[in-house]
Structure formats: structure tokens, C-alpha cells
């Protein structure tokens, strides 16, 4: 419509006023993504963040993504659309329960995944992101004890994956503990041969039959690149607008959540951010990112780390 033509040149005209970046996580909204300066994941997120150039960060994710732009780039603006923008992941890690579980453990160091906040970094020795948690838990010496939290799927799958046994947090991502494997099934039994490519948030009778595990944009470039005319897809479906766009001629099927009759595949935490509250976060400069020094300067070394480690 006309009106949403205008709020895309709103957007673009507050955007170069205001020398602003736009990134966004494949689990916005298709329009989102469309007028984002970058679409990635979490970790070439963090990476952009670290280096733009630009004075404002406006961040289409949830809110540890934004808090992690912030801590890396300290000096900009960083605005995210919606402030209740969270994580599940975020809520089942308390950072006094968290430093409680350290100081019950003194011998190991805290391996812990990006979706927690920012104390909670803060407290926390090496932050991993799904695509480099493998790559950094290989640079960790054998014999070094591991607590690895929030998320037990992905400790689970790295603990599976590598053999190494951590202490695992027993947080989950609720849009991914939602895929069944009986729709699942089903899908496979439609689809002959059709793969499967899933994020490692899933729990392990998703993981079992899949043919592919990884993060967002692993999973975009597998389902690009597989010979495969049909990929079924065990992550939030959002992320399907940029296979579409990349592969026109496949099909991309999302895996249903639950009894296959709900939404609850997708996250409700991504849905917040809409292009109405970009554009107003945009002229406002709020909701703003606030951390206190003290936190943000504590979190930042263990983010570094995971610069550095990552390659
Ligand atoms: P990625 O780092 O794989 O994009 O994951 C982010 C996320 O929140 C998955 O639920
Ligand atoms: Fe958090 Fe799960 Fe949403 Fe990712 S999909 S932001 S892990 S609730």
C-alpha cells in the first residue's frame, strides 16, 4: 500500500539523517530483512556491530543481540525496536542462580552460548555462538573442566558431537523444544529424500533425523546449496524468505511445532519488532540500550574472546 511505501522512504530518510546501520537476525520478518543494511547470524551479527562505522545501530533482533552490539561497540547508539524483544533462553539463566552454579563449581570455566544477558556474559568466561562453538570448545584443553549454559540442547549436541562432558544449564529455547518429531515423520514420509537441516536449540529427537545441524546461516547455505529439490527446515521459518530469495526454484518446508496446528515454531520474542516501531525508534532514538559500565566492560572481554577464537 501507499502508506507502506512511505514508512520504507521514512525509514531510508531517518536512516542516512541519523548515519545509521540497520541489521537484522534471519527470524525477522520478511520486510524487515528486506530493508536491513545486513541480515546474518548472531556471530557475523557481533562482527558487523564491532565494526560499522556507523553512529546508530538499529538492531531487528531480540534484546542479548542488541546488548551484545552494544558491549562491542560501547561509543554508538544502539536502538532496538521493541525493549521486550527477549530470549526464553535469556529468562531460564537468573545471573544470581548462574553465579551460584559458578561459585558450586570452581574448577571449571564458563562456555556460555550468546542467548543470556549481559551479567550474565559478564560472569562467563568464553561467550560461543551456534557457529563457533565447535571451532572454540576444540581450543579448550582436555583436561579443562566446562560449565556450558543456558541452552542444554546445544551443550548436549557439542557434548555428543566432541565427546567432551560439560555441566550443562538446563535452559531451553521454547520455539525450538517445540518441533515435533511425529510432524517431523510425517513431512519425511511426504517428502522422499527430502533433508533435513536443523539448529542445534533443537533437542535430540529432532537432531537424530537430521542430515544437517547448524546455525542460521549454516542452515541457509546448506538448504541453498543441497542437490536436493525439497529441505525441510527445523528453525524458526522466517528464516525461509532468504532460501526463497536465494533458490526460487526449491522448496523450502518449514517443520511444524506442537500438535502442527499452532505458531509456536516461530518466536514470538522476533515478532515484536515490526516496521512501525522501527521507523519510530528510528526518529526517537529510543528504546536505547543502557548497560552500566561495570557490566558492559566485564562482558566485553569474554565477547573478545569469542571474536578472537572464532577466526
Ligand atoms: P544463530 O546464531 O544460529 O543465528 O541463532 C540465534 C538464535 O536465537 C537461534 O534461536
Ligand atoms: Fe531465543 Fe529461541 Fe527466540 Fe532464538 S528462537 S531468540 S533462542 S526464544
Redesign the pocket.
Known amino acids: 500500500s501507499l502508506k507502506g511505501l512511505d514508512l520504507l522512504a521514512e525509514i531510508a530518510r531517518l536512516k542516512k539523517e541519523r548515519n545509521a546501520v540497520i541489521l537484522a537476525h534471519y527470524?525477522q520478518k520478511p520486510e524487515i530483512q528486506d530493508l536491513a543494511d545486513f541480515v546474518g547470524d548472531s556471530l557475523d551479527l557481533s562482527r558487523k556491530a564491532a565494526a560499522t562505522n556507523a553512529e546508530v545501530i538499529a538492531f531487528c533482533g531480540?534484546r542479548f543481540m542488541a546488548e551484545t552490539a552494544k558491549i562491542l561497540s560501547p561509543e554508538k547508539i544502539v536502538i532496538l525496536p521493541d525493549m521486550d524483544a527477549g530470549?526464553?533462553?535469556e529468562d531460564s539463566c537468573p545471573p544470581d542462580q548462574f553465579k551460584a552454579f559458578r561459585d558450586a563449581h570452581p574448577d571449571h570455566i564458563a562456555l556460555t552460548y550468546i542467548?543470556c544477558s549481559a551479567a550474565v556474559k559478564a560472569l562467563s568466561d568464553i561467550i560461543v555462538t551456534s557457529s563457533s562453538a565447535d571451532v572454540i570448545l576444540k581450543q579448550i584443553p582436555n583436561e579443562q573442566k566446562i560449565i556450558f549454559g543456558p541452552d542444554r540442547h546445544l551443550g548436549g549436541y557439542l557434548a555428543r558431537k566432541t565427546g567432551r562432558d560439560m555441566l550443562l544449564w538446563p535452559g531451553i529455547?521454547?520455539?525450538?523444544q517445540a518441533f515435533s518429531e511425529t510432524e517431523l515423520l510425517k513431512l519425511k514420509a511426504e517428502h522422499p529424500g527430502a533433508p533435513v537441516a536443523a539448529h542445534p536449540?533443537c533437542p535430540p529427537h529432532i537432531i537424530d533425523h537430521s542430515d544437517h545441524v547448524g546455525s542460521t546461516k549454516s542452515i541457509l547455505d546448506f538448504a541453498i546449496h543441497s542437490p536436493s529439490k525439497t529441505i525441510l527446515v527445523a528453525t524458526?521459518p522466517h528464516i525461509i524468505h532468504q532460501m526463497e530469495k536465494a533458490a526460487p526454484d526449491k522448496t523450502f518446508i518449514g517443520v511444524p511445532g506442537g500438535d502442527g496446528n499452532c505458531n509456536c515454531n516461530m518466536?514470538p520474542?522476533?515478532a515484536l519488532n515490526t516496521l512501525e516501531k522501527l521507523y519510530v525508534a528510528l526518529r526517537d532514538l529510543e528504546p536505547r540500550i543502557e548497560l552500566d559500565a561495570e557490566t558492559m566492560a566485564k562482558a566485553r572481554v569474554p565477547l573478545e574472546r569469542m571474536l578472537e577464537m572464532a577466526g
Open positions: 527470524y531480540v530470549c526464553s533462553l542467548n529455547c521454547i520455539v525450538h536449540e524458526e518466536c520474542y522476533m
